[in-house]
């Protein structure tokens, strides 16, 4: 069956600093890829996706790499806010397929 | 406003009462869903319907009924609620035109207690 593994939380970096969440996914078929973000408080926002091998997903400074070859789908930002503190869920959904599976969630808190 | 809301936002029951959570999205996306989501666990689909009549179940179905009379409306019931049923509830709606493309979009959640 299809499975997300995330690195485990929280996370905890200064402003400015580089940010890396490791995603590593096992599916069958050719899965999309998506990161959400979840703020206090709120509900899941999408960050960005990707739908196939070698696709870079991008939004607000984040970005995640869709890699076939090591299965992962890591996010990375160049420098974090405060602002980016919330839980970052990994997710994948295979081919037309109706339900999005989701890894447990990385908490990231960015202190001044 | 347009989106996707979810009623109520907070709740208290007792165990053995039945809850229901109401979900409405105003994009008339064919397909809507619902989570739980726990400590440990991420978010867990509990069931998803692909249009108005057609639901099916998710991964943790049990203890929990839900229908879809009309395609802005997901409401989901717990038949008898029991405690390892507290938890963050997100319901979830998406386009059916393009699958591999579409994104869903989440409410603000339900936290429901159950005592």
């Known amino acids: 069956g299809n499975s997300v593994t995330q690195m485990e939380g929280p996370v905890t970096l200064s402003e400015e600093a580089f940010l890396t969440i490791n995603c590593t996914y096992t599916?069958?078929?050719?899965?999309?890829l998506f990161w959400y973000v979840q703020y206090p408080g709120e509900g899941l926002q999408l960050l960005l996706k990707?739908?196939?091998?070698?696709d870079k997903g991008s939004n607000k400074g984040f970005e995640a790499t869709y890699r076939k070859e090591t299965t992962s789908f890591h996010l990375e930002k160049g420098s974090v806010q405060v602002s980016d503190s919330a839980v970052y869920f990994c997710a994948l959904r295979t081919g037309g397929g109706n339900k999005l599976t989701f890894g447990t969630g990385t908490q990231l808190k960015v202190e001044l | 406003d347009a989106g996707i809301t979810q009623s109520p936002r907070y709740k208290i029951t007792e165990t053995g009462r039945q809850v229901t959570l109401m979900c409405h999205q105003t994009?008339?996306?064919?397909?809507m869903f619902w989570y739980r989501q726990d400590l440990g666990h991420g978010l867990r689909l509990i069931y998803y319907s692909a249009a108005a009549d057609i639901t099916d179940k998710g991964e943790v179905p049990d203890g929990y009924v839900v229908s879809r009379s009309k395609t802005e409306n997901f409401p989901l019931t717990l038949e008898s609620a029991t405690r390892s049923q507290t938890s963050v509830y997100f319901c979830?709606?998406?386009?059916?035109?393009?699958?591999?493309?579409?994104?869903?979009?989440f409410g603000p959640g339900t936290r429901l207690l159950v005592l």
């Open positions: 599916a069958t078929g050719y899965p999309s």
């Open positions: 979830a709606s998406r386009n059916g035109t393009f699958l591999r493309q579409e994104t869903q979009y």
């Open positions: 990707a739908t196939k091998a070698d």
């Open positions: 994009w008339s996306h064919s397909y």
